[in-house]
Structure formats: C-alpha cells, structure tokens
Nanobody, 117 residues
C-alpha cells in the first residue's frame, strides 16, 4: 500500500504562483512514477505533469512553460511549482504514484487550487 498526502493548495490571483507538495509513504519503489492530475467542476480528470525516478518529465500542453514538476527521491516527494496561474487552472489537484510493474496507481485526497481576482 501507498499513502499520498498533498499540501499547498489555496486561493491566488491571476498571474500568481502556488507550490504544491506531495509526500508518499509505504511501498514506494525506485521506478515508481509520480505526478499530478487535476479535475475542474463538471469536467474529467486531466493530466498535468509527471516525473520518473530518472527525472524525465512530461507536461500537458496547457501548463508547459508555466508549471514545473520536481521530485526528491530520498524523501519520496514530488512538488509542482505553478506560475502565471490562470482562472482556468482552478481545479482540485491530485497527486498520484504509478507502479510500472503492476500498473497500479495510488491517489492522494486532492488539494483545491482556486485562481480568482
């Protein structure tokens, strides 16, 4: 089992910045992939960014150049630095951990990000 705890959401004005953090505990392995998805009200959950143990990153087109994902392998944690936030970035952000061997995913409880003036 894997437990994920997110922190760092909140209310920010357009153009502002927020940093989300996620700490994983339990059966975390070296080749696990960690990342962030988001879900706005009434919409499907979409990929935001992910990072492998080796540091290979992938971003959704709508956050490229504004968001940066990073990982601390020693602490089993992942951060999402979000800059130049837009109202359309408003959503619940979910941290996840994906196990390549078993194709099993674990999710955090989500943290609300609201971008509004």
């Amino acid at each position: 089992q894997v437990q994920l705890v997110e922190s760092g959401g909140g209310l920010v004005q357009p153009g502002g910045s927020l940093n989300l953090s996620c700490a994983a505990s339990g059966s975390v392995r070296a080749n696990d992939v960690m990342g962030w998805d988001r879900q706005a009200p009434g919409k499907q959950r979409d990929m935001v960014a992910r990072i492998s143990f080796a540091g290979i990153t992938n971003y959704a087109d709508y956050v490229k150049g504004r968001f940066t994902i990073s990982k601390n392998n020693a602490k089993n944690s992942v951060n999402l630095e979000m800059n130049s936030l837009r109202p359309e970035d408003t959503a619940v952000y979910f941290c996840y951990l994906f196990k390549i061997g078993s194709n099993r995913a674990y999710w955090g409880q989500g943290t609300q990000v609201t971008v509004s003036s």
